[in-house]
T-cell receptor
Framework: KNQVEQSPQSLIILEGKNCTLQCNYTVSPFSNLRWYKQDTGRGPVSLTIMTFSENTKSNGRYTATLDADTKQSSLHITASQLSDSASYICVVREGSNYKLTFGKGTLLTVNP | IAGITQAPTSQILAAGRRMTLRCTQDMRHNAMYWYRQDLGLGLRLIHYSNTAGTTGKGEVPDGYSVSRANTDDFPLTLASAVPSQTSVYFC???????????FGPGTRLTVL
């Protein structure tokens, strides 16, 4: 069964600090991997998308990495801001169709 | 550009009642989706539509029905609501089935 596991489940950091979120997947065949940010009470918003051949992709202070061999991805947030407080969801697409497998998310809290 | 709108924002419903959740997109996307999000679980696909006039079952379709009479609208109907359908429901759309999915703000449904 296709699975996406994220860690940690939750994380609390101080404003200005960096953090890294992890994602391990078993989805096959692999098409791409996305990181979504979901603010409380809102729908998820795509941050990055990575395909099999991409190792690193940045979007401002967000940098995602992908190791397709070990089936692992990470999302690194630099110089965190209060507005980064949200749930970060790792999503893997199976093949070239609509099927997405969602992780349960990591709840990040950035405190002043 | 509104993107995707959902209505109602929230609803409390007695068990056994019929309920339709509305979803409208103005991006002329071909594909639309309904997901439910429950605490401790990843988003799960209920139904999808690749294009107007076609629909398909997702991971958790039981108790739900959808229709896609036109490109913009994709209503989700609970024929006879049960407490296990208490959840947050998200509608999403994408240009094609393999493209980025854009999510609506969600509908919080409580079935008593």
């Amino acid at each position: 069964k296709n699975q996406v596991e994220q860690s940690p489940q939750s994380l609390i950091i101080l404003e200005g600090k960096n953090c890294t979120l992890q994602c391990n997947y078993t989805v096959s065949p692999f098409s791409n991997l996305r990181w979504y940010k979901q603010d409380t009470g809102r729908g998820p918003v795509s941050l990055t998308i990575m395909t099999f051949s991409e190792n690193t992709k940045s979007n401002g202070r967000y940098t995602a990495t992908l190791d397709a061999d070990t089936k692992q991805s990470s999302l690194h947030i630099t110089a965190s801001q209060l507005s980064d407080s949200a749930s970060y969801i790792c999503v893997v697409r199976e093949g070239s169709n609509y099927k997405l497998t969602f992780g349960k998310g990591t709840l990040l809290t950035v405190n002043p | 550009i509104a993107g995707i709108t959902q209505a109602p924002t929230s609803q409390i419903l007695a068990a056994g009642r019929r309920m339709t959740l509305r979803c409208t997109q103005d991006m002329r996307h071909n594909a639309m989706y309904w997901y439910r999000q429950d605490l401790g679980l990843g988003l799960r696909l209920i139904h999808y539509s690749n294009t107007a006039g076609t629909t398909g079952k997702g991971e958790v379709p039981d108790g739900y029905s959808v229709s896609r009479a036109n490109t913009d609208d994709f209503p989700l109907t609970l024929a006879s609501a049960v407490p296990s359908q208490t959840s947050v429901y998200f509608c999403a759309s994408s240009q094609g089935v393999a493209d980025t999915q854009y999510f609506g703000p969600g509908t919080r449904l409580t079935v008593l």
